[in-house]
């Protein structure tokens, strides 16, 4: 598959909405799941994410790290990983690419970032190292891209490409939802905008924030529903 057609795979995969992300996510009314690995080419429906809305305040209630969360799958978060070093306590406690490592949801972007889906890529340190705003794809928004994207961006000679998609996801500095709204220039090097109230943001247009202000020892991460797409790249 070539450059443009990665591009267009990720593009297309980058407009699915919330409520294709929670019937794909294993809802209480959606039995078609099937069990995650951390291969980004698998399916990722069944380790997924929070299909129940609710308010900051009622997940806020369960945990001091839950304060400034917002966005309609924080309470749907909390009920899947209620403890452990995944939970919304207990991420707090690592740094961001460690955090996201213990997080089931996220099983599929770990992999990419560390040098597990395409060993020319390893971003761990440099997520480690400073203060991010991180844009987290859950599991079933890479389960939505193309096998065939995929399987190319895990070749050592598009590594440029993986990388650049990565780091779209990475805005330098930490920022709460209430005040996120706005544009902001990437680790990648292009803007982002994002839009709408605190409890529901959208990241240009169409990806939606399901979970955000999740906080890490040294990151704020907004959990979303699809794979961000580089201006350059579309």
Do not use: W
Request: hydrophobic share 35%.
């Amino acid at each position: 598959m070539s450059t443009p057609s990665i591009r267009r795979s990720l593009a297309m995969a980058s407009v699915a909405s919330l409520a294709v992300f929670t019937a794909a996510c294993g809802g209480s009314e959606s039995t078609d799941t099937a069990s995650s690995g951390s291969s980004p080419s698998e399916s990722a429906n069944g380790s997924s994410t929070p299909t129940e809305s609710s308010s900051p305040d009622s997940t806020s209630s369960m945990d001091p790290a839950a304060e400034n969360l917002a966005g309609p799958g924080c309470q749907g978060y909390a009920e899947k990983v209620p403890d452990g070093a995944g939970s919304i306590g207990g991420m707090a406690q690592d740094p961001v690419a460690v955090a996201a490592s213990n997080n089931p949801l996220l099983k599929t972007l770990t992999a990419t970032v560390s040098g597990e889906f395409n060993k020319k890529v390893n971003l761990v340190d440099t997520l480690n190292g400073g203060e991010f705003t991180v844009f987290a794809p859950v599991d079933a928004a890479f389960a939505k891209l193309p096998k065939s994207a995929l399987n190319t961006l895990s070749k050592p000679k598009n590594a440029d490409t993986l990388q650049s998609v990565l780091t779209y996801h990475v805005v330098p500095g930490r920022m709460t939802p209430q005040e996120l709204s706005g544009s902001y220039k990437t680790a990648e090097g292009e803007k982002l905008k994002v839009s709408g109230p605190a409890d529901s943001l959208t990241v240009n247009g169409d990806t939606s924030v399901i979970c955000g202000g999740v906080q890490t020892a040294n990151a704020t991460v907004y959990l979303i529903d699809a794979v961000l797409t580089p201006p350059s790249a579309r």
